[in-house]
Nanobody, 115 residues
Framework: QVQLVQSGGGLVQAGGSLRLSCTAS????????VKWFRQAPGHEREFVAS???????DYSTLVKGRFTISRDVTERTVYLQMVDLKSEDAGDYYC?????????WGQGTRVTVSS
């Protein structure tokens, strides 16, 4: 099993920055991939960014160039640095881990972007 604990998020003005954190209960090298998803009210959950065990990165075209996923293996934490936030970036953000053939989700954290 993997427990994922999220932190960060909050209210930011459009154009501002936020960093989300996702701390895993297991060594990140044991986890196949960690991803960030988000869900806006009335919308389906959508992929934002991912990082694999081998540190390969992938991003949604909606955030590429503005969001950066990274990790600190000593802290067992994956980060999502978000800059130049737009109103359409608002929503609940979830981290996700694929481990041992199963999926695990963090508790979610809300990002609010004011114009």
């Amino acid at each position: 099993q993997v427990q994922l604990v999220q932190s960060g998020g909050g209210l930011v003005q459009a154009g501002g920055s936020l960093r989300l954190s996702c701390t895993a209960s297991r060594n990140l090298f044991s986890i196949d991939s960690v991803k960030w998803f988000r869900q806006a009210p009335g919308h389906e959950r959508e992929f934002v960014a991912s990082i694999t065990r081998a540190e390969s990165h992938d991003y949604s075209t909606l955030v590429k160039g503005r969001f950066t996923i990274s990790r600190d293996v000593t802290e067992r934490t994956v980060y999502l640095q978000m800059v130049d936030l737009k109103s359409e970036d608002a929503g609940d953000y979830y981290c996700y881990a694929h481990y041992d053939g199963r999926e695990y989700w963090g508790q979610g954290t809300r990002v609010t972007v004011s114009s």
